[in-house]
């Protein structure tokens, strides 16, 4: 029993020299690779029109703000107010289409992007109307709806919502006037 006690113990520390020997390497490693996509986003930042910078912006901020809790609640334990934050329900469609939105409309666009951005831009909208219409339906369902808060990230989600789809036309509309009509 001692001896695999013994030989167990040899080989962790072993693992943990040759482990700590490759901490410096995985540091370069990962300096030069931050160093090279950081490098290639700045070049590629600056080949875009400047409707592109802003609706990149502002698709990154939607997205941001659709992972962030919207509600907020107080709850009673055993004499002891609790805090609770909460994303609604249907969140996870909030952040996928606000995912999508920003990887094929940051870096790709083609004719079936733009139908797309719209297209899901409005499911958006869609969804947070029903929700200011039944938002225990849509947001929450195991609280009375006057007892929740909403908090500043639901607002500025909406705002990024607005400006993403304001710039995203224009963005669309000024690709049309300089790709499309140069000769």
């Known amino acids: 029993?001692?001896?695999t006690f013994f030989s167990l113990l040899t080989e962790?520390?072993?693992?943990?020299?040759v482990s700590i020997k490759l901490v410096p390497e995985l540091i370069k490693v990962w300096w030069f690779l931050g160093k090279k996509i950081t490098l290639s986003l700045f070049s590629y930042w600056k080949t875009k029109l400047f409707y592109d910078k802003i609706f990149f912006i502002f698709l990154f901020l939607q997205l941001f703000f659709s992972?962030?809790?919207?509600?907020h609640y107080e709850i009673v334990f055993f004499e002891s107010n609790e805090?609770?934050?909460?994303?609604?329900?249907?969140?996870?469609?909030?952040i996928l289409i606000s995912l999508l939105n920003f990887f094929f409309l940051g870096f790709w666009k083609s004719t079936w992007t733009r139908l797309w951005f719209f297209a899901t831009e409005m499911i958006c909208v869609i969804i947070v109307l029903w929700g200011y219409l039944e938002p225990k339906r849509t947001y929450y369902d195991f609280v009375n709806p006057n007892e929740v808060s909403t908090q500043l990230p639901f607002y500025l989600f909406l705002i990024s919502l607005f400006f993403s789809f304001v710039f995203g036309y224009l963005s669309f509309k000024k690709e049309d006037e300089v790709y499309v009509h140069s000769p």
Request: glycine share 0%; charged share 5%; aromatic share 16%.
């Open 1 to 3: 029993m001692t001896n």
């Open 12 to 17: 962790i520390l072993n693992f943990l020299t």
């Open 67 to 71: 992972v962030l809790p919207w509600f």
């Open 83 to 94: 805090s609770v934050s909460l994303s609604p329900k249907l969140n996870s469609i909030f």
